[in-house]
């Protein structure tokens, strides 16, 4: 990939994500090295800053971000939607895909506990359905979550799953109590689901 296609991958990458994006995840989506992923961010940064448009590419402290300059942000915020799924749950959701037909049990063992809840809600807003396969059930994305993450969202193979350590699944329990008491859309949705 030639650096005019590996930029446009790059901005397209940055106005899909909802939030930041890390070079490290920049440089595995673009296929270079992390230092020449860095050299063409930075071209990037310095092209949006030398057009005329209301966006901008910020490096800050988590990644790489594409938003709207601050000058315009007051005319715009108010039609901001709040994420639909927060960081844990879209984690959730990945496995979910990535491993289909995949047993609860399983999702539950690979996450945490509070999968459970997130299985629950991601059930509700219609992304996953589960069936009752004996005395468990098994998960699959549904037409929604196709339609929502693209049609070969999911179709990566397993093996390219991180493994789980029991300190990332520690922090990844307190990152999402913590965006859990600031994003509650229903209060009905944080009550746990004894399943």
Known sequence: MDKKEAKRVIEAALFTSPGAVSIKEISAIINVNVAETRIIVNE????????????????EAEGIRMTVKE???????????????????MKTLAYIAYKQPVKQSEVI?????????????LREKGFIRKEKK?????????????EYFGKDAGKAPAQNLPQAKKEDAAQDSANEDAEENSVEDNPDESKPNAE
């Open 44 to 59: 990037l940064i310095h092209d949006y800053e030398a057009k005329d448009t209301a966006l901008e590419i910020r490096d």
């Open 71 to 89: 000058k315009y942000e007051s005319h715009v915020s108010h039609m901001a939607a709040a994420p639909e799924l927060h960081k844990g749950m």
């Open 109 to 121: 063992n690979f996450r945490n506990s509070k999968a459970y809840e997130h299985i629950k809600m």
């Open 134 to 146: 004996g005395i468990t059930f098994v998960l699959y994305t549904t037409p929604k979550f196709r």
